[in-house]
């Protein structure tokens, strides 16, 4: 069974800092997604990772995957307010011939302080 | 921009009833799914739908649970008799490939 470890679970921050969060993974997969979701809203998909070194990044945002660890980093540079949300990664799987399954960490709530 | 619509934002039920939740997936999708989010915890997988059957469903999604397209454009799920514990938030997502894009959610409050 997959599982998704992502941490830390909750996180402060002043705005301005940097910080990075954790998303481990337990079998092999390709593919890591991570998402955004405000305070009863719905999943707005921010990186699609599709191999092993991919680096994106937009805006204070930037998402990294290494395979190999089975480990995905969402760093956070200079942070403002509007970051904050709950941020989760999630691993994909392929089905055969039937679409992906996605499965989900357990989120980062982060919170950006002034 | 095409975006999943799904309908209602919130249904109320009693414990015991039959729901229908409804989602509109991206016209030229072809694979869909439906996840719950229980408040406060993480997005579950309850089942994937590609051409017209079941392709894969989790452990949640029990014979209570049912999947439909009745026509070429709707994507339902149905709760055939509620319990308090079905309370969550249910996403829809539709995808042609890779990317999985995801509607606003219903929120189902079982009473």
């Known amino acids: 069974e997959l599982k998704v470890e992502q941490n830390p679970l909750f996180l402060s921050m002043q705005e301005g800092k940097n910080y990075t969060i954790y998303c481990n993974y337990s079998?092999?997969?390709?593919?890591l997604y991570w998402y955004r979701q405000d305070p009863g809203k719905s999943l707005e998909s921010l990186f699609v990772?599709?191999?092993?070194?991919a680096v994106k990044q937009e805006g204070r945002l930037m998402a990294s995957l290494d395979t190999k660890a089975r480990l995905s980093t969402l760093h956070i540079t200079a942070a403002v307010h509007d970051l904050s949300a709950t941020y989760f990664c999630?691993?994909?799987?392929?089905?055969?011939?039937?679409?992906?399954?996605?499965?989900f960490g357990g989120g980062t709530r982060l919170m950006v302080k002034p | 921009e095409p975006e999943v619509t799904q309908t209602p934002s919130h249904q109320v039920t009693q414990m015991g009833q039959e729901v229908i939740l409804r989602c509109v997936p991206i016209?030229?999708?072809?694979?869909f799914y439906w996840y719950r989010q229980i408040l406060g915890q993480k997005v579950e997988f309850l089942v994937s739908?590609?051409?017209?059957?079941?392709?894969?469903k989790s452990e949640i999604f029990d014979d209570q649970f049912s999947v439909e397209r009745p026509d070429g454009s709707n994507f339902t799920l149905k709760i055939r008799s509620t319990k308090l514990e079905d309370s969550a938030m249910y996403f829809c997502?539709?995808?042609?490939?890779?990317?999985?894009?995801f509607g606003a959610g219903t929120r189902l409050s079982v009473l």
């Open positions: 079998t092999t997969s390709d593919r």
């Open positions: 016209s030229n999708h072809l694979y």
């Open positions: 739908f590609y051409n017209n059957e079941i392709s894969e």
């Open positions: 990772l599709l191999s092993n070194g």
């Open positions: 999630a691993v994909d799987q392929i089905l055969y011939n039937a679409g992906n399954m996605l499965t």
């Open positions: 997502a539709s995808s042609e490939e890779n990317i999985q894009y």
